[in-house]
């Protein structure tokens, strides 16, 4: 099993719908849960990050984590034609001075006009 | 947040030589990090930059063919060495600010590299 797993993927929704990203993780004493959004020829940009259980909301965006099932979720409201890029769940599988970022290898999203 | 100016942002160098990657942060960060990103793939960590002691590579990359430097807590350098084609990527540097071990990377703009 990965470490970060994206599986679903590409996804296409309408422009005005719920577009609903998922990760699953496999470090169950993971601690750090990361959202980036990237544009082709772009570089990561972080757009949500989460540390507890429960919803995190921001603007349009929504990160939901599960510990206890191990998986982590964006939710993108009202999508908009300018959220298409590829999404990237990152995650700190362990705390500590040399945590690193591990990412999944990401979904792509297309809203359609 | 940090911002990360990675230079150059592009490249086309011929097999065999050698390329060097700077990596300048405006702000002192704690740990920065160098990944490599294939064409349609997700994000690799070569290694850990450590600030004046030897980098921590991760499995499949060692020291001979990216050696890295970070002199001080605001730049660091990634060179790829004698290079074939399978190095053709995407480089990116990233920073860790000061605070908790639990906070987010930020990236530079990356550096695409195209080997011939």
């Known amino acids: 099993q990965k470490e970060v797993e994206q599986n679903s993927g590409p996804l296409s929704v309408p422009e005005g719908a719920i577009a609903s990203l998922n990760c699953t993780y496999s470090?169950?004493?993971?601690?750090?849960f990361f959202w980036y959004r990237q544009y082709s020829g772009k570089s990561p940009e972080l757009i949500m990050f989460?540390?507890?259980?429960g919803d995190k909301e921001d603007g349009r965006f929504t990160a939901q984590l599960n510990k206890a099932s191990q998986y982590v979720s964006l939710l993108i409201r009202d999508s908009q034609p300018s959220d298409s890029a590829t999404y990237l769940c990152?995650?700190?599988?362990?705390?500590?001075?040399?945590?690193?970022?591990?990412f999944g290898k990401g979904i792509t999203l297309s809203v359609r006009p | 947040s940090a911002v990360i100016s990675q230079k150059p942002s592009r490249d086309i160098c011929q097999r065999g030589t050698s390329l060097t990657i700077q990596c300048q942060v405006d702000?002192?960060?704690?740990?920065m990090f160098w990944y490599r990103q294939q064409p349609g793939q997700s994000l690799t960590l070569i290694a850990t930059?450590?600030?004046?002691?030897?980098?921590?590579?991760e499995s499949g990359f060692v020291i001979d063919k990216f050696p890295i430097s970070r002199p001080n807590l605001t730049f660091s350098t990634l060179t790829v060495s004698n290079m074939s084609p399978e190095d053709s990527s995407i480089y990116l540097c990233?920073?860790?600010?000061?605070?908790?071990?639990?906070?987010?990377?930020?990236f530079g703009q990356g550096t695409r590299l195209t080997v011939v």
């Open positions: 990233s920073g860790k600010p000061p605070g908790t071990a639990n906070t987010e990377a930020f």
């Open positions: 990152a995650v700190i599988l362990r705390t500590g001075a040399n945590s690193k970022l591990t």
């Open positions: 989460i540390y507890s259980n």
């Open positions: 930059a450590n600030q004046g002691s030897e980098a921590t590579y």
């Open positions: 470090d169950r004493g993971s601690q750090s």
């Open positions: 702000s002192q960060v704690t740990m």
